[in-house]
């Protein structure tokens, strides 16, 4: 149990446009889920907590007009990076849990190449 | 001061042998504790979670120290396929659940 899905994988994209990556709870609710960035050889960084039905909480440090999330249900949460550049190129990745005691899951990822 | 930290490796060690990584954690309102292995270029995953009495999942033992405020994982007879980054993993249980993690230890396990 407790399987997160995240897509694309994978994605490309020029200069200047917007790129949306989908999180989803397949086999349990999550009013809550958290996107995270990792630089190559760097730990994760937690980006943004999404709450369902109500407005994400940044972190210091990511603006929230660049990385829009939307966590319009209790198994979807999703993030779009607007007007994308290269120094977003990153990987990013959600995660969830059905208990905030239980082991977190994340998603497969998302390798953002912004050229 | 990061709020957790862990050796910084990289750990080359021979194939059998017992391999030891530590963390600490800096937010005494931390609750609960885990180790994660990441594969390179993949999502991290869930090795196991760390108890105040110590927990151990077969090769693995994981011990927390909250006085301390240390937590560790021991590998015994280490395999090829223990080559990862371990991360150390700390739940700040007051700020809505959400996760901290350490920079990550690289093993790498030769034959």
């Known amino acids: 149990g407790a399987v997160v899905s995240q897509h694309p994988s994978r994605v490309i994209c020029k200069s200047g446009t917007s790129v949306k990556i989908e999180c989803r709870s397949l086999?349990?609710?999550?009013?809550?889920m958290f996107w995270y960035r990792q630089f190559p050889k760097q730990s994760l960084m937690l980006m943004a907590t999404s709450n369902e039905g109500s407005k994400a909480t940044y972190e210091q440090g990511v603006e929230k007009d660049k990385f829009l999330i939307n966590h319009a249900s209790l198994t979807l949460s999703t993030l779009t990076v607007t007007s994308a550049h290269p120094e977003d190129s990153s990987f990013y990745i959600c995660?969830?849990?059905?208990?905030?005691?239980?082991?977190?899951?994340f998603g497969s990822g998302t390798r953002l190449t912004v050229v | 001061r990061k709020e957790v930290e862990q050796d910084p490796g990289p750990f080359n060690v021979p194939e059998g042998a017992t391999v030891a990584f530590n963390c600490t954690y800096s937010n005494s309102a931390s609750q609960s504790f885990f180790w994660y292995r990441q594969d390179c270029r993949k999502e991290p995953k869930l090795l196991m979670s760390?108890?105040?009495s110590g927990n151990e999942d077969g090769r693995f033992t994981a011990q927390l120290n909250r006085a301390s405020q240390y937590i560790s994982l021991l590998i015994r007879d280490s395999k090829l396929s223990d080559s990862a980054t371990y991360l150390c993993v700390v739940n700040i249980g007051n700020q809505g659940g959400k996760l901290i993690f350490g920079q990550g230890t690289e093993l790498s396990v030769k034959p």
């Open positions: 995660s969830a849990s059905p208990d905030l005691n239980y082991g977190y899951t």
């Open positions: 086999d349990f609710q999550a009013t809550t």
């Open positions: 760390v108890y105040s």
